[in-house]
C-alpha cells in the first residue's frame, strides 16, 4: 500500500466517524454542530457554514457554524441573498458552487458577499428529495484554495448524509408532534368518558332515587288498602271492598308502568333497544291504541291524505302514541276532548296529538324531554317524567321529528313525523 492509497484510507475512516457522529442524534441542533465542526477540523478551514433556504425574498439563514478562530466574522442568524446571487441559483439546481479564489469572480453579488468572506468558497447543496433545504458552506479565510477532487467528493457525501440526516430529523419531528396529538386527542376522549361517566352516575343516582320515591306511593296504597281489607274484612261494605280493590289495581298498574318506563330508558341508552321498521296499517295500530285506554270516550281520532301502510316500528311507535296521549288526557280536564289525527303525506306520516288542556310554560319546554324534568303546574297529578324522555328516544331511532306547541291554559299540540324513504 503506498502513502496515497494510505492517505484515502485514513480520509475515508475520518468521513465514516463524521457520518456516525451525524446520524447519532435525531435533534437539528445537535446534528449540524457535529457536521460543522467535524468538517472544519477534518478539512483545516476557517470557516464551515449550515444555511437554510427560507424564501426568494428573505434569503438563505445560516443556522449553524464553526469558526476556526474568534476574529472571523460570525454569520450565525443572518440572511445571505438570494436574489440575482448566481451562486445561490447554482444551488437551487442542486449544482456545487466554488471559488478557489474571490479575487477572481465577477457577480455583483458574490463581490459584495466576498468582502465580509475574502477567501475560497466551496458550497454544496442540501437537498430532500431533489428539493433544495439548505446549503453546506466551506469557507478559507483570506487566501486562495485550489480544491482537491477528493476534498469536492467527499464532501459531498458528508452533504448527502447531512441531508438524509435532515430529512429523517424532520420525519421524526412531524412523528413526534402527530404522536403529541393524537395523546392530547386520547387525553381529551378520557376526560370526556370520565365526564360522561360522572354525568351517567349523577343520573343513575337521581334515577334511583326518584323511582323509588314514585313506586313508594302506590306501594303505601297497596298497603294501606291491604290493612284495610284484611283487619275490617266482616265489617266493609262490599262496595267499600271494591274500591279498594281497585285502588290496589290502579295501583300495581303504576308500579309495572314505572318499571317498564325504566326498563326501557335504560336499554335505550345502552343502545340495545331493539328497532325494525316493518310495513304496517297506522290507523288499525292508532285504534288499538285508544282502546286501552279508560278514558278513550274522550280520544276524537281523525285521519288525513291517502291510508296507506307505512314504515315504522308498531312498537315504539305505540310507546310514543301510549305516552302522549296519556299526557294529553292527564294535563287536561275530564270533561274536555283530545284530538288524535293521522296525516298521510307523500313524504311521510304525522301523528299529531292536541289537547285543551293546562299548558306546559314557556321556560320548560325546552327541557320537558329530559329524564325526570317535569313543568311547575303538574299539580298532583302523578308522573316520574320519563314519557317524553322514552318518546324522544322513540322518535330519534326512527330519524323522525316531534314538534311542540303550547299555550298556558288553553292546550298543547305534539307532533310526531315519521319519514317515509323508500
Ligand atoms: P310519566 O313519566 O309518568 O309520563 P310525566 O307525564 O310527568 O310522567 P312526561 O310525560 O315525560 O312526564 O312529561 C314531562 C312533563 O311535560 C310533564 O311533567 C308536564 O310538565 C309536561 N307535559 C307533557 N305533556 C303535557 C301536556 N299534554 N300538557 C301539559 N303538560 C305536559
Ligand atoms: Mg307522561
Known sequence: MDVVELQVLSEKQITNQIIRAIRSSLDLETIFNIAVNEVGKFLQ???????????EEKGWLTVAEYLSHP???????????????EGTAKLKRLEIFRIDDTNNCDSEVTRQIAQTFPGAWLILPLHVNSVVWGSLCLLVDGRPRYWQPEEV????????????????????QQTLSQAQQI??????????????????????????????HEIRTPLATIQSSLD??????????????????????????????????????SESEAGTLQFELKRIDAVKLCKEIIEVFIDRHRIEFSTNGDI???KLDSKL???????????????????????????????????????????????????????????????????????????????????GKITVHSVINQGTTFSVTIFQTN
Open 45 to 55: 478551514v476557517d470557516h464551515v457554514k449550515i444555511s437554510e433556504f427560507i424564501s
Open 71 to 85: 476574529g472571523l466574522a460570525k454569520s450565525i442568524g443572518t440572511y445571505i441573498p438570494d436574489k440575482g446571487n
Open 153 to 172: 467528493e467527499l464532501i459531498t457525501i458528508i452533504a448527502d448524509q447531512l441531508a438524509i440526516a435532515i430529512q429523517q430529523s424532520k420525519l421524526f
Open 183 to 212: 395523546q392530547q386527542l386520547a387525553e381529551q376522549e378520557v376526560c370526556k368518558a370520565l365526564q360522561r361517566e360522572r354525568e351517567l352516575s349523577e343520573a343513575k343516582s337521581n334515577f334511583i332515587a326518584t323511582t323509588s
Open 228 to 265: 284495610l281489607l284484611q283487619y275490617y274484612n266482616d265489617k266493609l261494605a262490599d262496595e267499600k271492598k271494591k274500591s279498594h280493590f281497585r285502588k290496589i289495581e290502579t295501583a300495581v298498574q303504576r308500579i309495572k308502568q314505572i318499571v317498564q318506563d325504566t326498563l326501557l330508558l
Open 308 to 310: 296507506t301502510p307505512v
Open 317 to 399: 311507535v305505540s310507546y310514543i302514541l301510549n305516552n302522549l296521549l296519556e299526557n294529553a288526557l292527564k294535563y287536561s280536564s275530564p270533561n274536555t276532548t283530545v284530538k288524535f289525527n293521522l296525516n298521510f303525506t307523500p313524504e311521510a306520516v304525522i301523528f299529531m296529538i292536541q289537547d285543551q288542556g293546562i299548558g306546559i310554560p314557556k321556560e320548560d319546554l325546552s327541557n320537558i324531554f329530559d329524564s325526570f324534568y317535569r313543568a311547575d303546574n303538574v299539580g298532583l297529578s302523578s308522573g316520574t317524567g320519563l314519557g317524553l324522555a322514552i318518546v324522544k328516544q322513540c322518535v330519534d331511532l326512527h330519524r
